[in-house]
């Protein structure tokens, strides 16, 4: 087996561990639509709803700037993260050992769960004001 097919076998066993509504639920306020769900795209201002996750397919998809991916591209674009940071992070998250080819540098876990902390804290925060 290559490197390259550990890779795609690490990377499609972080996005079977993930739940793509949850992930983008942390970002984007998401309502039930059917078997999807729907919300306001974070990749534009908008004033009513055009971006969908489809949880069954692991997709997301914005039909007013026609984004689209799964869950390591959003994490990608809404955090401007390299694919690498990204699969750290959501490996992090799903509580998943990083194959050596990703582990390389990089912060702490202790660095990486106080910048989670942070993150966390500015997405509520600003949850709340656009509430407000």
């Known amino acids: 087996m290559s490197g390259r097919e550990i890779n795609q076998n690490f ?8 739940n ?8 984007v306020r998401l309502r039930k639509a059917g078997v999807n769900h729907m919300g306001l795209s974070p990749f534009h201002a908008e004033r009513s709803a055009s971006f969908y996750v489809a949880e069954k397919k692991g997709i997301y998809y914005c039909f ?6 799964d869950v ?6 809404i955090l401007g993260v ?3 940071e990204a699969v750290r992070q959501l490996a992090y998250k ?29 997405f509520r925060l600003n949850r709340f004001v656009a509430q407000f």
């Open 11 to 18: 990377v499609q066993e972080l996005k079977n561990s993930l």
């Open 20 to 27: 793509i509504a949850d992930i983008v639920g942390e970002f």
């Open 64 to 69: 007013g700037c026609h984004r689209g991916g």
């Open 72 to 77: 390591l591209s959003f994490i990608q674009e």
């Open 82 to 84: 390299s694919f690498h």
């Open 94 to 122: 799903a509580g998943l050992k990083l194959p050596p080819e990703f582990s390389g540098r990089g912060p702490s876990k202790e660095a990486q769960q106080s910048q989670e902390e942070k993150q966390s804290l500015l």
